[in-house]
């Protein structure tokens, strides 16, 4: 099952700091929802444990994260794709754009696809759409405070 979650954040922070936060693994594993380890494997791969709850369902999920279609400071695509055992599988990614929004503000926008097989898949589209906005707002909105705080 296939979904597409499309937002912005306006961000008060030059491009190029966000640009760095946004390849900056301690930023990134303070700010997905439910990450408990994020390791650099190299400069554009990354292993991640993530433990995510979607509605009576709570797994474990262990994949790797890719970055990709990198153009720095203004755009990349963040790729992963993580097995939860017998809960199953998800994968996705989302293509992030940051564009100079005044001297001191940028406006970062993302386009995420998220697609989940096996155990999950079966909860129903509603649930998971639902639940994979939120997941995507608490990333973007945490995103937000941790890089203009």
């Not at 995510?52 to 695509?77: C, D, M, Q, R, W």
Request: charged share 25%.
């Amino acid at each position: 099952m296939a979904l597409i979650i499309e937002g912005e954040e306006k961000i008060a922070a030059p491009v190029q700091k966000v640009w760095e936060a946004l390849n900056d693994p301690a930023v990134l594993k303070d700010c997905i929802p439910g990450c408990q380890s994020l390791e650099m494997k190299s400069p554009t791969d990354m292993a991640a444990t993530v433990v995510l709850k979607i509605g009576p369902i709570k797994a474990t999920f262990a994949g790797e994260v890719t970055l990709k279609n990198l153009k720095p400071p203004h755009s990349y695509t963040i790729a992963g794709e993580g097995k939860g055992g017998i809960a199953g599988f998800a994968k996705g990614g989302a293509d992030v754009i940051l564009n100079e929004d005044g001297p001191d503000t940028t406006l970062l926008k993302y386009a995420a696809k998220a697609d989940v097989g096996g155990k999950i898949a079966q909860l129903g589209s509603r649930l998971i759409t639902s639940t994979s906005k939120k997941l995507a707002g608490e990333f973007f909105s945490n995103f937000n405070k941790r890089v203009s705080g």
